[in-house]
């Protein structure tokens, strides 16, 4: 599909987009570049490229699709680096989990005959780095493609062809669409989950090792979204403020709600509450975006063996 596919960091998403891509014969030629040498050697080890670089002006040059797959606070410096090395015809995208932040980063240093076409795929796990990466990652999970107005169809139809066949379902909508939707979606329930585990650990009447020993389900699932790619995190909630401030206070007002339920020992309001959000739960299960099995059918064998 691609002669030469250019990966900037490959980390979890990064590694799992060069297995898939590999496996499914999708690129000729796969180019690998992250700024560090460790990571570099650890890719290498993974077989997961081809050609692999620390310099990101040289691994773009005659790749006719960059993906970035580093966080989003640094694309306006990557856009700056590779804008002027990129060929005629080179699909730029990413994978970051906001969208309008990129098309502001990216398109002021892009040449016009380079086509912008910011992706999210909506999977991943709270693990990071090379050896994270596993070709199935995509499976049945979706990519959110979010073109501007205008931009070139064929790109758009090309990178939905790829994503494909990493095996995601790939649906095409508005960048700012896309933030508000993933406020509310992931964004607020990372940043839920980062409050309580640290209330948690702050608090001083209970010691950690209690917090620890004693953790029930719901904090224990908490702790592993808390256990995400701090770096990451950062970027996504400065480049999706808006989104994120108007939800927080929408999701303030419920709590609120729901503190004066609890205070004036209103069950009905709590049950009626509990019921309605269980519901969402089957709703996400029959959409297939999540399991029914026990523990979430979270215990998923991660490859870490070498691509052959």
Not at 220 to 225: E, P
Not at 269 to 279: A, G, N, Q, S, Y
Request: hydrophobic letters at 40%; aromatic letters at 6%.
């Amino acid at each position: 599909m691609f002669k030469r596919l250019c990966l900037i960091g490959i980390g979890l998403i990064g590694s799992s987009i060069a297995l898939r891509a590999r496996q499914e014969g999708l690129a000729e030629t796969i180019v690998v570049s992250t700024r560090r040498q460790e990571t570099l050697d650890r890719a290498k080890a993974r077989n997961l490229g081809d050609v692999y670089t620390d310099k990101v002006s040289e691994a773009v040059q005659g790749a006719d699709c960059v993906i970035l797959c580093t966080p989003v606070g640094s694309f306006a410096s990557l856009g700056e680096r590779i804008g002027p090395h990129l060929a005629d015809g080179c699909i730029v995208t990413d994978v970051g989990s906001v969208k309008r932040s990129v098309v502001k980063q990216l398109k002021p240093h892009l040449p016009k005959n380079v086509h912008l076409v910011p992706g999210h795929p909506i999977a991943g796990t709270e693990y990071s780095g090379p050896d994270a990466g596993f070709a199935t990652l995509f499976d049945e999970r979706w990519c959110l493609l979010t073109p501007e107005q205008g931009t070139d169809k064929q790109a758009v139809e090309k990178l939905t062809s790829f994503w494909q066949g990493l095996g995601s379902w790939v649906e095409v909508m508005e960048p700012d669409h896309h933030d508000m939707v993933l406020a509310v979606t992931s964004h607020i329930p990372h940043l839920i989950a980062y409050n309580i585990v640290g209330t948690a650990s702050e608090l001083e009447e209970v010691t950690q090792s209690e917090v620890v020993k004693f953790s029930a389900s719901g904090f224990r699932d908490f702790t592993r979204i808390a256990a995400s790619d701090p770096v990451m995190w950062r970027d996504v909630f400065l480049h999706n403020k808006d989104a994120v401030i108007e939800m927080l206070g929408r999701f303030s007002e419920d709590l609120s709600r729901l503190q004066r339920a609890v205070r004036n020992g209103d069950g009905d309001l709590l049950f009626e509450h509990f019921t309605k959000t269980r519901d969402i739960r089957r709703g996400i299960i029959e959409a297939g975006q999540e399991t029914d099995l026990p523990n979430f059918g979270r215990d998923v064998v991660v490859d870490t063996e070498s691509n052959s």
